[in-house]
């Protein structure tokens, strides 16, 4: 990585992607991530992270609807729980409380429905009319949000219901892509045809800033071919920078090499069992995974009564026993890396386990044996 992205810094070191004018690494990833995406016939959008993504995906859906003619596909749909970033769009998306309170009005016509229910999704555009939706946005596995897979037919379930109603449907993959669930977007393990994937993060593991959204051709074809639409002015100075996409196509070669894609999906067993041992313990309620190598474990209601600060002390007593793991709202969450090996997945049981009991003693809530 580190030599690709030298090499990169020595031939040209920055250009942007405005305009008509691109780099080499930004074009060159920009058709193998569309080789690679679930999507037919996929445009790539690029852009610096997460949040620049999840609001280009709002701004592109929105647009879609006006250059089609039907302004008032307007609302954004998305899921209670769901995380979509910190950007304007996003935090107005998301699903939770705490990321969305304390700003003043956000942005109107955006609505969330219930985290499970493709009835609750379909009830809600037949409220709304679906000539008012433009899209709907899902997080497979909602990961700030607390880890929580889908039901067995939920991804695609939405998915006949957004094509029946012609609202669109964006899939935020900044978690669930390259290799989290065992794709390279996440989407690929459900039947589903997503109108637009939102990526970051994996991209580049991280090495460098980078982010992105494929989107169909259904969606980019009027900004493509109809020369009376007007151009789309959004785009940012980092977008598809030359030397943060020759670290994500370097990153994808090491991925492909070394089989890294499936990791996700052989780790989501052995951690899911491993962490569902720790469902003996008084301070745990529930553990939740087996899609894709994260998975959450819930602080129990009478450790989370006595300590409301359960998960983060939780979590720092975690990094005492090897571990960084992270404590939200009422769990504590991992993910490994997908190089985790069958010690890893041990060491993360037996020190999340080591840390609950200290938790546990702390407030002399008594061990369950
Ligand atoms: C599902 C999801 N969407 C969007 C984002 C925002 O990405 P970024 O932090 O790169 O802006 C995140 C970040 O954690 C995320 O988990």
């Given at each position: 990585m580190a030599e690709a992205i030298r090499a990169q810094l020595g031939r040209l070191e920055a250009y942007s992607t405005f305009g008509d004018l691109a780099n080499e690494p930004a074009t060159r990833l920009a058709s193998l991530l569309s080789e690679l995406?679930?999507?037919?016939d996929g445009r790539v959008f690029l852009t610096s992270g997460g949040g620049d993504s999840v609001d280009t995906a709002v701004k592109l859906a929105r647009r879609y609807w006006r250059v089609l003619g039907?302004?008032?596909?307007?609302v954004i749909l998305s899921r209670r729980g769901s995380y979509h970033g910190t950007h304007g769009f996003g935090t107005s998306i998301t699903g939770l409380d705490d990321i969305r309170e304390?700003?003043?009005?956000?942005?109107?016509d955006t609505q969330q429905v219930e985290r499970d229910s493709a009835e609750a999704l379909e009830a809600t555009i037949a409220e709304l009319g679906a000539a008012n939706v433009a899209a709907f946005f899902v997080e497979p596995v909602t990961g700030a949000g607390g880890v929580y897979p889908p039901s067995a037919s939920y991804m695609e379930a939405v998915g006949e219901v957004c094509r029946r109603s012609g609202v669109l449907l964006v899939v935020d993959?900044?978690?669930?892509g390259f290799g989290r669930?065992?794709?390279?977007?996440?989407?690929?393990?459900?039947?589903v045809s997503p109108d637009m994937i939102v990526f970051a993060k994996g991209v580049t593991s991280g090495y460098l800033p980078l982010g992105g959204v494929v989107v169909s051709w259904r969606v980019a074809e009027p900004f493509w071919t109809d020369p009376s639409v007007p151009i789309l002015r959004h785009g940012a100075t980092?977008?598809?920078?030359p030397v943060c996409c020759a670290a994500a196509l370097k990153n994808i070669e090491i991925l492909d090499r070394d089989g890294l894609i499936g990791r996700g999906r052989d780790l989501e067993a052995p951690l899911f069992d491993a962490l569902s041992q720790?469902?003996?313990?008084?301070?745990?309620?529930e553990v939740r995974g087996g899609v894709g190598a994260m998975a959450a474990v819930e602080v129990s209601a009478e450790l989370l009564s006595r300590n409301p600060a359960a998960p983060s002390d939780i979590a720092m007593k975690a990094r005492d026993h090897g571990l960084l793991v992270r404590g939200l709202a009422s769990s504590v969450c991992v993910s490994p890396p997908l190089t985790a090996t069958d010690e890893h997945i041990e060491l993360i049981a037996d020190g999340l386990g080591s840390a609950f009991a200290e938790a546990e003693a702390d407030v002399g809530l008594s061990r369950a044996v």
């Open positions: 995406a679930p999507v037919e039907q302004e008032d596909r307007k304390g700003y003043g009005p956000l942005l109107v993959a900044v978690i669930c669930l065992g794709t390279w977007f996440g989407a690929e393990r459900w039947n980092y977008a598809g920078h720790l469902t003996t313990l008084s301070g745990v309620d």
